[in-house]
């Protein structure tokens, strides 16, 4: 089934002139260069003993992590230097790209704040750098997740040095308005990065809750005040409250953002850290959210530079946490600094699993296009779909199999969605796919009225010995008319197969 579907986009493609099938070499040094920007944790941090000068991996390693997790990585915040380590990994090496000429990695230390001084001036030398290293051509930057906000902030703080060094960014999954479900549970009651039995080998969700405490990048996760949300997050909490007549009641309270604040220092107030025998008070930290308030100031006066284009590609499809619950009607909350012992419940939204798709493509920048990608928040850079997005975006191959030279038009992919269900006994997958042709020809004003989408129609069958191996796929292609150098193609399709 999924098979037909998959005719039927490639039959459009070879419609559209879009499809060429030329071997690419495994290297390719007229590729423009590449930075790669992870997100939270996707950067490898070491410990150097200052005695001898060796250094040891802290972050990520198996054996024995949560024990050196807890003794050399947690750290304890300084306001007054914004500072709390850095190192330089991350993901492929594929379509001809070489490492240390057209591809690059900017490790960082992912505890710190989006806008710390000495990350903004290690990506300003790393951009430098890339930029000599190819031969003076611009780069091309990819960042993941929470690596969206840094690479932002270095914009809205150094646009100037943005500009001469960068032709385009891509963003991906990328929490440009926060990602409140998950920072509300990471704040109460701490984050694993693997689940069932892999957790006996890793750091422990507690102890990963004791650092992002004081991780002023966490803060800057929270749900941006001044973001208009169609679904506005919440804390909410069942408790038990007494009447002036002496009778009590169970009341579910609700706290939007702001008010959330007051919840999590009384919930934290008596949070305590045993670092080297000594315990340590570990409070929700105002410091630290004055400082992530002031970089969601400077997040939002971020400008794209005219010469540089923008691309945004977010999760969609998952069950993502967005507001949370403690408590029942059943088990009201008596004592908020319990709240870490409780596991919440969950509002729901669509997107990545970590990062509401709302928030994700909610840039507030001049984007050449947004497309959401059904994925999981991490697992979505390993999507067959994101792969082909970014292979068209970075113009790799030789011919760019979304570039038609002779007619100088350039295909770009809007929008992707895939649903499948079952219904009476069949298996039913939808999809719709569009594109936009963009195109130098000058349109013909005086018939723009005149003109009606072309409607074509494919249809493709496979037949098998027996009823429960057949399965059917039809889909209708809209190409609307071209519109201020513009053209609308829209492809929805549809297959059905017996459930086996």
Not at 123 to 143: H, M, Q, R
Not at 443 to 464: F, H, Y
Not at 491 to 498: D, E
Request: aromatic share 12%; hydrophobic share 40%; proline share 5%.
């Amino acid at each position: 089934m999924a098979v037909l579907l998959e005719e039927i986009v490639q039959s459009v493609e070879l419609w559209l002139k879009l499809l060429r099938d030329k071997p690419q070499p495994y290297v390719d040094p007229d590729l423009d260069p590449v930075l790669l920007v992870p997100g939270v944790a996707g950067s490898i941090l070491k410990s150097v003993d200052k005695a001898n000068g060796k250094d040891e991996r802290i972050w990520v390693r198996i054996l024995g992590a949560d024990h050196e997790f807890r003794t050399k990585l947690w750290s304890k915040f300084d306001p007054s230097t914004g500072n709390f380590f850095f190192q330089d990994n991350f993901w492929f090496s594929k379509w001809g790209f070489q490492e240390g000429k057209t591809l690059f990695g900017f490790g960082y230390d992912f505890r710190q704040s989006n806008r710390l001084q000495g990350t903004m001036e290690q990506f300003a030398a790393k951009l430098e750098a890339v930029y000599n290293a190819s031969g003076g051509k611009k780069i091309n930057i990819i960042s993941h997740s929470m690596g969206g906000l840094l690479v932002k902030c270095f914009l809205s703080l150094h646009s100037d040095i943005f500009e001469k060094y960068v032709q385009k960014w891509i963003a991906i999954a990328a929490p440009f308005q926060g990602a409140p479900g998950y920072v509300t549970s990471a704040f109460l009651n701490g984050m694993s990065f693997v689940e069932g039995w892999e957790q006996n080998f890793f750091i422990s969700k507690w102890s990963m809750h004791q650092l992002l405490i004081e991780c002023p990048s966490i803060y800057e996760l929270m749900a941006c005040r001044n973001f208009h949300w169609e679904h506005i997050p919440l804390l909410e909490i069942w408790r038990e409250k007494k009447a002036a007549d002496g009778n009590s009641h169970i009341i579910l309270e609700s706290y939007q953002s702001e008010e959330s604040v007051e919840i999590y220092k009384e919930a934290l107030y008596s949070n305590t850290v045993n670092y080297n025998g000594e315990m340590i008070p570990l409070p929700f930290n105002l410091e630290i959210l004055k400082m992530a308030n002031e970089t969601c100031k400077i997040l939002s006066r971020a400008k794209i530079p005219s010469q540089v284009k923008f691309y945004n590609i977010y999760g969609t499809n998952l069950e993502t946490p967005h507001s949370v619950c403690y408590g029942s009607d059943d088990a009201p909350v008596t004592d908020l600094q319990e709240l870490r012992n409780i596991q919440p419940k969950y509002v729901y939204v669509d997107g990545d699993g970590t990062v509401p798709a709302e928030s994700a493509k909610a840039d507030g920048l001049n984007a050449e296009a947004r497309v959401g990608v059904p994925g999981e928040h991490r697992g979505i850079v390993c999507e067959h779909h994101v792969f082909r997005i970014l292979k068209h975006w970075l113009k790799v191959g030789d011919p760019d199999p979304f570039y038609n030279p002779i007619n100088d038009y350039v295909i770009l992919p809007t929008a992707y969605e895939m649903e499948r269900y079952k219904e009476k006994g069949l298996q039913v997958t939808s999809l719709k796919e569009e594109w936009e042709i963009i195109s130098e020809e000058q349109d013909d004003g005086d018939n723009m009225a005149d003109r009606k989408p072309l409607v074509s129609s494919i249809s493709v069958s496979q037949s098998g010995d027996d009823q429960s191996s057949r399965a059917e796929a039809h889909a209708t292609v809209i190409v609307h008319p071209q519109n201020e150098g513009k053209q609308h193609v829209e492809l929805n399709a549809m297959s059905v197969s017996v459930d086996a």
